[in-house]
């Protein structure tokens, strides 16, 4: 089974440009996350969605950050304009449900903002 | 707010001993505890699960302790292995959809 693909892999963009990001889950896990984690802490949920439906997004940013799940499939992150503190890895995780079920994590996207 | 807080930030230990990683949690709506594992350049992958219900639980060299009253539980690693050396993180969920909190992670080396 494949597993949560994203990409890009790494990203170097300028504060006050935009940059985005996508992923494509496993299929047919309905609930998709995207996660923020910045170097040395534990990932945060940024937005959590079910089918293409947001459950949560409640520690978005959504002045500069927004995400789009694509007929329940696909999704893409946005970030715009970065600021040098979005530098972090984006991960996307996808599970069957939210319901106890195991999120598989995709390897991220590397954000450096300069 | 940090809801789950993990201890200690980094373990060094030599191959064969049993690293020890503690967590703590103050939502009493949490009801699903889940470990991650996580190495470099790569993302987090479940290790091992517990719900309040169970106090303890065992898969192959891990363990979840867990203690619904003190609102604590911990991972041990029988025999640790280089091959363990990585980043763990413990979680906690609730909620129908599941929200998971990590905690800040531990960063676990073991010398052979």
């Known amino acids: 089974e494949a597993g949560v693909a994203q990409s890009p892999r790494y990203k170097i963009i300028e504060k006050r440009q935009s940059v985005a990001f996508w992923c494509n889950p496993i299929s047919g896990h309905a609930t998709l996350y995207w996660y923020q984690q910045i170097l040395g802490q534990g990932p945060k949920l940024l937005i959590q969605?079910?089918?293409?439906?947001?459950?949560?997004d409640s520690q978005l940013p959504k002045d500069r950050f927004s995400a789009e799940r694509l007929k329940g499939v696909d999704s893409t992150l946005k970030i715009q304009p970065a600021k040098l503190e979005d530098s972090a890895v984006y991960l996307c995780?996808?599970?069957?449900?939210?319901?106890?079920?195991?999120?598989?994590f995709g390897q991220g996207t590397r954000l450096t903002v300069v | 707010q940090q809801q789950v807080k993990q201890s200690p930030q980094s373990l060094i230990v030599q191959k064969g001993g049993i690293p020890i990683i503690n967590c703590a949690y103050e939502n009493t709506a949490f009801d699903y505890f889940p470990w991650y594992q996580q190495f470099p350049g790569k993302g987090p992958a479940l290790l091992i699960a517990i719900r309040p219900d169970v106090s303890e639980k065992k898969e192959g060299r891990f363990t979840i302790s867990f203690n619904k009253s003190a609102k604590q539980f911990s991972l041990h690693i029988m025999d640790s292995q280089p091959g363990d050396s990585a980043t763990y993180f413990c979680?906690?969920?609730?909620?129908?959809?599941?929200?998971?909190?990590f905690g800040t992670g531990t960063k676990l080396q073991v010398i052979p």
């Open positions: 979680a906690a969920a609730s909620g129908g959809y599941q929200k998971v909190t």
């Open positions: 969605f079910q089918n293409n439906g947001v459950v949560d």
């Open positions: 995780a996808s599970s069957l449900s939210g319901a106890g079920t195991e999120a598989f």
